[in-house]
């Protein structure tokens, strides 16, 4: 098999986890290279705007869990009929389940004053983190290790929970560590939530 279909078959294979953490631990040398991974992604004007925050803490991803658990709660409150049905059957995190979190952040005064190529695109700083997020995402994949995005939180608690300065903004909550495997098919549609859209419906030539 080619390099390059190794590389298809991880983005196939990536999955956002929720249900099947171990909780066994992650050997540092894997967390050492999916972490150099994510830090060898692109950013404009060479800027590298992310930390990268290890959580093992039991306290701090509890009161973590619990801040998620009460958003999980205002979001379902905005939903009716079959919408809530369906979320009810959700799990929406693995915090507690995973071996461990990393939060990735963005500083945007990293590279400053003057980030060459972000002039004209405020948010290109950002996008950068999102890279290194999908990076750090293949990777972990291709270790057989599973990833949890969590989105259920304030971002100002998170920064008082971290000691995340001001200024730092907390851009993802990943959960990380083993798994018994990965979803065939991504949670939100094996519980009906939404299908993925067929590549046909968002693909344009020259003009929308």
């Known amino acids: 098999m080619s390099m390059s279909t190794d590389l298809y078959d991880v983005i196939r294979r990536r999955r956002d986890v929720r249900a099947e953490f171990t909780g066994e631990p992650v050997p540092e040398d894997v967390l050492r290279r999916v972490l150099d991974a994510a830090h060898t992604a692109p950013s404009v004007g060479l800027s590298q705007p992310w930390d990268f925050i290890v959580v ?13 658990r009460r958003e999980r709660d205002v979001f379902a409150a905005t939903l009716d009929g079959d919408a809530a049905e369906r ?5 929406i995190d693995g915090v507690l389940e995973a071996a461990l979190s990393i939060v990735v952040t963005y500083d945007p005064a990293r590279g400053g004053p003057a980030v ?28 057989d290790l599973g990833v949890g995005w969590v989105s259920f939180y304030r971002e100002p608690f998170l920064s008082g929970l971290l000691g995340i300065p001001d200024g730092i903004r907390p851009v993802a909550w990943l959960c990380l560590g083993p798994v018994t495997h990965l979803q065939t098919t ?20 020259d003009r929308w």
């Open 56 to 68: 093992r803490d039991e306290a701090v991803r509890r009161e973590f869990h619990e801040h998620v």
């Open 116 to 143: 060459l190529g972000r002039h004209a695109i405020a948010d290109a700083g950002l996008y950068s983190v999102c890279l290194a997020i999908q990076n750090l995402w293949l990777a972990a994949t291709a270790e």
């Open 87 to 91: 979320f009810s059957r959700i799990k």
């Open 186 to 205: 991504p949670d939100l549609e094996r519980h009906g939530w939404r299908r993925r859209r067929p590549l046909e419906t968002v693909l344009h030539h």
